[in-house]
Nanobody, 123 residues
């Protein structure tokens, strides 16, 4: 099993930046990712990365603004969020899975979740 712990959330003004970090412990999964869930909405896929950091994947709404990265030595997965918009406000969750498709088409089949962290973007 793996334990995922998010950090780095908070309040930021529109147009600003925030960096989320996910510390993973336990077994190594093939893929890691970030999801978000806004109030009253379903949890949605944001970004994913292969365990070695070579391949990355993004949902269209964050392409060009968010960057996912992986530090193998520290066993962390970061999400750099730039040009933030009020609609980016949500609880952000770190996730891990053996199969990329489970992350991209998620959240129902995802193997492991963090507890989530709140990101609030004020207008």
């Amino acid at each position: 099993q793996v334990q995922l712990v998010e950090s780095g959330g908070g309040l930021v003004q529109a147009g600003g930046s925030l960096r989320l970090s996910c510390a993973a412990s336990g077994r190594t999964f093939n893929f890691y990712g970030w999801f978000r869930q806004a109030p009253g909405k379903e949890r949605e896929f944001v970004a994913a990365i292969r365990w070695n950091g070579i391949n990355t994947y993004y949902t269209d709404s964050v392409k060009g603004r968010f960057t996912i990265s992986r530090d193998i030595t520290k066993n962390t997965v970061d999400l750099q969020m730039n040009s933030l918009k009020p609609e980016d406000t949500a609880n952000y969750y770190c996730a891990a899975d053996r199969v990329l498709g489970d992350l991209v088409s998620g959240p129902n089949d995802v193997d492991s979740w963090g507890k989530g962290i709140l990101v609030t973007v004020s207008s």
